[in-house]
């Protein structure tokens, strides 16, 4: 892939890219393949399907940015370690990715100034996070597995589950509470997309070292998996009502709200008139579908880019 940029993040308005085909070798494309069944599983959790539905607990939603905090510091402080390494250096964007100061904002809002007392790291969590360190101290180019997981998911879809959290929890319109979905240094997702996954592409890494950053990034969606899991289990133990934002539930939508964003544009592009009439007659028999119908499809179809491109 042949790029050019006038800006040194590549996500302002002077951005441009020659796309040329991809190949099967490249890493942005092996990725996809690799990682697409267990993204598939990690959709699934009932943590994700529920969050996505806008069913709510505010208190797991509260424990899901701690795990977060949590797992964005250890991976950013390795990033910060290896930041000249030959192998992530041309993936480092802090300003533009780094997201550990803006979940310690939404926890200071949720928990108030002394936040940090009040939480803890879970064992899932923990798991995870040693994971970050160990690859970060060891084989630092496996970073890129994690950067690319945790990263390109949240530019793809933060802004529908910035949505659906300030709707089900009725957060300020201001963004309090949801700043890890606001992405301030990044003027074009779909550009800055672009350009990472195009610099993953350039990286200097043999086949065996690709395979192995597959692996690496499978594993990735396992550990987030088990936080998932792990918040399930806790969900029982709250005696807390389920917020909801009015989204149809439990078939509703034929099932297909219950995919991760990416999925669910996927399907609208390419499934044709038939799921696109399906969602609307669904959509359209909720009262706040309808009115919120348009604009929701109108999100996912914007989405479709990251699995399409």
């Keep these: 892939m042949e790029t050019t940029a006038s800006v040194s993040n590549g996500a302002g308005p002077g ?38 539905r806008g069913r709510i607990r505010k208190e797991l939603f509260k424990l899901g940015a701690v795990a977060l905090y949590y797992t ?45 007392s009040q939480i803890s790291c879970s064992q899932a969590t923990q798991l995870y996070m040693d994971r970050i360190h160990q690859v970060g101290r060891e084989d630092p180019v496996l970073l890129v597995a994690h ?18 959290a300030q709707r089900a929890m009725k957060l300020p319109p201001t963004g ?6 606001q992405f301030d240094g990044i003027h074009s997702a779909k550009a800055f997309k672009q350009l990472y996954r195009s610099r993953m592409n350039e990286l200097d890494l043999d ?3 690709k395979k192995r950053l597959v692996d690496e990034a499978v594993k990735a969606f396992y550990f987030n998996m088990e936080v998932f899991e792990e918040l399930e289990e806790i969900g029982k133990t709250i005696q807390e009502d389920v917020l909801d934002a009015g989204m149809p539930v439990h078939g509703a939508m034929g099932g297909d709200i219950s995919k991760c964003p990416y999925y669910a544009a996927k399907m609208v592009a390419s499934s044709g008139t038939a799921y696109f009439c399906q969602m609307a ?27 399409l491109m």
Excluded at 176 to 181: A, L
Excluded at 284 to 296: E, K, N
């Design 15 to 52: 951005y441009e890219e020659k796309e040329n085909s991809l190949g099967p070798e490249d890493l942005s494309e092996m990725l996809a393949a690799g990682t697409k069944e267990v993204h598939e599983k990690a959709e699934n959790t009932q943590f994700v399907k529920d969050f996505l």
């Design 72 to 116: 964005y510091t250890a991976m950013e402080e390795e990033i910060e370690r290896n930041k000249d390494h030959p192998h992530f250096a041309p993936l480092y964007f802090p300003a533009e990715l780094h997201r550990h100061e803006a979940l310690a904002r939404d926890l200071e809002y949720f928990y108030g100034p002394e936040w940090r």
């Design 147 to 164: 950067a690319y997981t945790r990263y390109m998911g949240d530019l793809s879809g933060g802004q529908v589950l910035k949505k659906v």
């Design 176 to 181: 309090e509470g949801v700043e890890f979905y």
């Design 207 to 209: 086949t065996e070292t």
């Design 281 to 307: 007659m669904a959509a359209l028999r909720h009262p706040t579908g309808q009115v919120l119908f348009a604009t929701w499809c109108a999100v996912l179809a914007g989405l479709a880019a990251w699995y």
